[in-house]
């Protein structure tokens, strides 16, 4: 239940762009707030952003929060993590995640539904 599925991950250069995209089923998570996490070798997994399920509302780790940029389209059931500048800290497998409730949270035990993630690896 609730699959979510990931894509648009890649090998860039510090500095480089991507964007994530996150396809999800809109009658399973319809309601719930979203999120993107990241997790690298040896590391727990960490937040990266947060967003309403409407996109009225979002939250950023303090690491990302003036170059990320997190966006939803419910019409056509995506959800979006636009990584601006990146750095080779932010190398890692990204996960999007669904909510148990409306409620944007930054610990991963609050998200119900998770994808299989995408690996972004960034070279200096």
């Known amino acids: 239940q609730g699959q979510l599925v990931e894509s648009g991950g890649g090998l860039v250069q510090a500095g480089d762009s991507l964007r994530l995209s996150c396809s999800y089923s809109?009658?399973?998570?319809?309601?719930?707030?979203m999120g993107w996490f990241r997790q690298a070798p040896g590391k727990v997994r960490e937040f990266v952003a947060g967003?309403?399920?409407?996109?009225?509302?979002?939250y950023y780790a303090d690491s990302v929060k003036a170059r990320f940029t997190i966006s939803k389209d419910n019409a056509n059931d995506k959800l979006y993590l636009q990584m601006n500048d990146l750095k080779p800290e932010d190398t890692a497998v990204y996960y999007c995640?669904?909510?148990?409730?409306?409620?944007?949270?930054?610990?991963?035990?609050?998200?119900?539904?998770w994808g299989q993630g995408t690996q972004v690896t960034v070279s200096s």
């Open positions: 809109g009658n399973i998570l319809r309601g719930h707030a």
């Open positions: 995640a669904s909510n148990h409730d409306g409620h944007i949270a930054t610990a991963a035990i609050a998200y119900s539904f």
């Open positions: 967003i309403t399920y409407n996109g009225g509302g979002t």
